[in-house]
C-alpha cells in the first residue's frame, strides 16, 4: 500500500505565493521520479514539475521562472513553490510519484488526491 500525501493548497491574491508539499509512505522499494500536475476545471490534467531520484528537474513552460520544484529523496518528498501566482494557474493539484513496491518489481505511477489552488486577480 503506497499514500501520496499533499498539503500547502489554498486561496492566495495574484502576485502571491504558496509551497505544495507531496509526501510519499508505504511500501516503498525505490522512487524514480516525483512531480506535481494540475487540471483546470473543463481541462485535461497537464504536468507542472517533474523531479527525479538524481535532481533533474523539468518544468512546464506556462510556469518556468515562477514556479521552484524539489525534492528531499531522504523523504520521500517533493516540493513545489509557487511565486508570482496568476490566476490561470488556479487548479487542482495532483502530486505523482513513479515509483516501485516491495512487492512489485515493475515501476507504476501513484497519485495523491490533489490539493486546490486558486488565485484571485
Not at 46 to 74: M, Q, W, Y
Request: glycine residues 12%; proline residues 2%; positive net charge.
Amino acid at each position: 500500500q503506497v499514500h501520496l500525501v499533499e498539503s500547502g493548497g489554498g486561496l492566495v491574491q495574484a502576485g502571491g505565493s504558496l509551497r505544495l508539499s507531496c509526501a510519499a509512505s508505504g511500501t516503498i522499494f525505490s522512487i524514480n521520479v516525483m512531480g506535481w500536475y494540475r487540471q483546470a476545471p473543463g481541462k485535461q490534467r497537464e504536468l507542472v514539475a517533474t523531479v527525479t531520484s538524481g535532481g533533474s528537474t523539468n518544468c512546464a513552460d506556462s510556469v518556468k521562472g515562477r514556479f521552484t520544484i524539489s525534492g528531499d529523496t531522504a523523504k520521500n518528498t517533493v516540493y513545489l513553490q509557487m511565486n508570482s501566482l496568476k490566476p490561470e494557474d488556479t487548479a487542482v493539484y495532483y502530486c505523482n510519484a513513479r515509483l516501485r513496491t516491495r512487492y512489485n518489481p515493475l515501476f507504476d505511477d501513484y497519485w495523491g488526491q490533489g490539493t486546490q489552488v486558486t488565485v484571485s486577480s
